[in-house]
């Protein structure tokens, strides 16, 4: 069984399909989905039809992002949505065809089932942030969801690793404290949507027209000099074997000669 957590999506539609096929999942894997799947990006509903039928296909654990909870307090609790339309929510109800009164009964039931967090044996998962003193189960809403990583939490409790999303990485490159790992990388502005392996730290990263991010130039390089070293290595070999074999030794003595 392979794990991978997933940062914040924002309606990057194309980069979670591109992800997707990257990860390629079989039924035994699972996915991670830190929050934070709609608004600013150009497709909200797509990408939440993407998570529906991905939970067909393997193990999708879906948390909260503090965007979700404006959405459903719009959509479904009667909030006045001035606050979230100013956060990146008219995108949302464009892709819901201009109303939220189109979302689908699916999409909803998807959104009211959100989890909090999601712990395993060695890690924790959560949207935002968290109190290194309190368990996960305790943690207050403000930081779960909507507090940024401006002053750092020290290591959790449990010794668990903690991954977050929430607070975009304008550079593209993950956050890795060690204890802590932000997988936020800005995917909505000039970044990308990253997957990581939780257990390899393997990471996988698509900007939101779909492309994979390539490979960084100093990698590319290293890569360039080590095959270059082998092709050296086996032409060099190639040659060694290649040049003539004398019949005899060039010091063999000929008919006739006394042995000194």
Known sequence: MRRFVIGDIHGCDKALRT?????????????????????RGPDSRGVIDQLIELQSRCRVVALRGNHEIMLCGVAFGGLDGEMWLAAGGKATVTSYGGSLDKI???HKKFLLSLLPHYETQQS??????????????QQPEELRYWTHL????????SGKKV?????????????DLGYL???DTYCFGNGFLTGMNVATNEIIQVDKKGFRRRVPAAAFLLFVADAFKFVHRLITKRRRVELPIP??????????????
Not at 19 to 39: K, S
Not at 247 to 260: F, H, I, M, V, Y
């Open 163 to 175: 991954f977050v999303g929430h607070t975009p990485q304008p550079t593209g490159v993950v956050l």
């Open 124 to 137: 924790i998962f959560v949207h935002a942030c968290y109190d290194a003193r309190t368990p996960m189960d």
């Open 247 to 260: 019949a005899e030794p060039l010091n063999a003595p000929k008919p006739g000669d006394q042995p000194e």
């Open 181 to 183: 790992v932000c997988v």
């Open 150 to 157: 401006n002053t750092t939490p020290g290591p959790h409790f």
């Open 19 to 39: 992800l997707i096929e990257c990860i390629a999942p079989e039924p035994d894997d699972e996915l991670i989905f830190l929050g934070d799947y709609v608004d």
């Open 104 to 106: 689908p009964a699916a």
